[in-house]
């Protein structure tokens, strides 16, 4: 989800919406340069999914929303030991800021003030 940071009010879904969701570009950056990241939106829960092909321990992902500045995601993922290793998404950041950071239970949504 994608919020105004000064009203608080969703960017995409609802009446107050300010820009449509083809205003926004989404890119994964591998080794300097611009590859492909999957966005998926889903209206009825008002949240956009990304899926990005990972390759390094952390991915850096680009945001644009038409005439806003760009943003940085940061994608950080954890491998546990052993003989049955798992790979998972420990955090996210958002500009600097901590967005995600994974925990035990269902998943959550994180909300990116803009």
């Given at each position: 989800m994608v919020?105004?940071?000064a009203t608080g009010k969703d960017l995409f879904f609802g009446?107050?919406?300010q820009y449509a969701t083809s205003q926004l570009k989404v890119h994964h950056i591998l080794n300097g340069h611009i590859d492909t990241a999957y966005l998926y939106i889903d209206t009825s829960n008002k949240d956009f999914n990304a899926r990005i092909n990972?390759?390094?321990q952390v991915?850096?992902?680009t945001m644009n929303i038409a005439d806003k500045p760009q943003d940085i995601l940061l994608f950080k993922r954890t491998t546990t030991g052993g003989c049955c290793s798992t790979t998972y998404l420990s955090s996210v950041?958002?500009?600097g800021t901590v967005v995600y950071t994974q925990k035990?239970?269902?998943e959550v949504v994180a909300v990116l003030a803009k």
């Open positions: 919020v105004d940071k009446s107050a919406a990972a390759v390094h991915d850096t992902v950041t958002f500009n035990p239970g269902p």
